[in-house]
T-cell receptor, first 117, second 114 residues
Framework: AQSVTQLDSHVSVSEGTPVLLRCNYS??????LFWYVQHPNKGLQLLLK??????LVKGINGFEAEFKKSETSFHLTKPSAHMSDAAEYFC???????????????FGGGTRVLVKP | DGGITQSPKYLFRKEGQNVTLSCEQN?????MYWYRQDPGQGLRLIYY???????QKGDIAEGYSVSREKKESFPLTVTSAQKNPTAFYLC?????????????FGPGTRLTVL
């Protein structure tokens, strides 16, 4: 079975300081990993994805994430937070070895980011 | 302008009533999904459909029903059998139903049972 743990339910940062959102996963082999962002009362938007190419993945809005197989982690970072980054972020794992029909994604519980001026 | 639309944005229901949430996509995607979102629990899959006239139960299908009569439409009915229906419901689609196919989400419907 696959699982995703987002280690912080809430993160508070000051504008202009770095953001780190932590995600650990459990999966059988070579998973696909995603980060999605959700602004209040909106749908989810894809930030970035990892699908066994480069381990450092760059996404939209200055975010990036690094896949570390030895640590089973896929932490999301941004060097300098902006007020518009205030949202909820979801780490998602998809295990291509699972022979289930359909899109078998597992979502983390989410990390809510607060950006202080 | 391609995308996924959900309606209504807010929906109120009395206990014991069935209610249907609309989801339409013009992306020509084969697969469509319904997720339920509760605070602090991430998203949980209710139903999904990989092709017209076929759909499968997700992890929390009890108390819900769906249909897929057209490629672009995947309505979700929340029945009176659903014990705790108040939640935010998200519809999504993907080009195919494979496990690494990207999901595109609609804006969501917030359902409140009075």
């Amino acid at each position: 079975a696959q699982s995703v743990t987002q280690l912080d339910s809430h993160v508070s940062v000051s504008e202009g300081t770095p953001v780190l959102l932590r995600c650990n996963y459990s999966s059988s082999y070579s998973p696909s990993l995603f980060w999605y962002v959700q602004h209040p009362n909106k749908g989810l938007q894809l930030l970035l994805k990892y699908t066994s190419a480069a381990t450092l993945v760059k996404g939209i809005n200055g975010f990036e994430a690094e896949f570390k197989k030895s640590e089973t982690s896929f932490h999301l970072t941004k060097p300098s937070a902006h007020m518009s980054d205030a949202a909820e972020y979801f780490c998602v794992v998809s295990d291509p070895m699972i022979k289930a029909a359909g899109n078998k994604l597992t979502f983390g519980g989410g990390t809510r980011v607060l950006v202080k001026p | 302008d391609g995308g996924i639309t959900q309606s209504p944005k807010y929906l109120f229901r009395k206990e014991g009533q069935n209610v249907t949430l609309s989801c339409e996509q013009n992306l020509n995607h084969d697969a469509m999904y319904w997720y339920r979102q509760d605070p602090g629990q991430g998203l949980r899959l209710i139903y999904y459909s990989q092709i017209v006239n076929d759909f499968q139960k997700g992890d929390i299908a009890e108390g819900y029903s769906v249909s897929r009569e057209k490629k672009e439409s995947f309505p979700l009915t929340v029945t009176s059998a659903q014990k705790n229906p108040t939640a935010f419901y998200l519809c999504a689609s993907s080009p195919t139903g494979t496990s690494n196919s990207l999901l595109y989400f609609g804006p969501g419907t917030r359902l409140t049972v009075l």
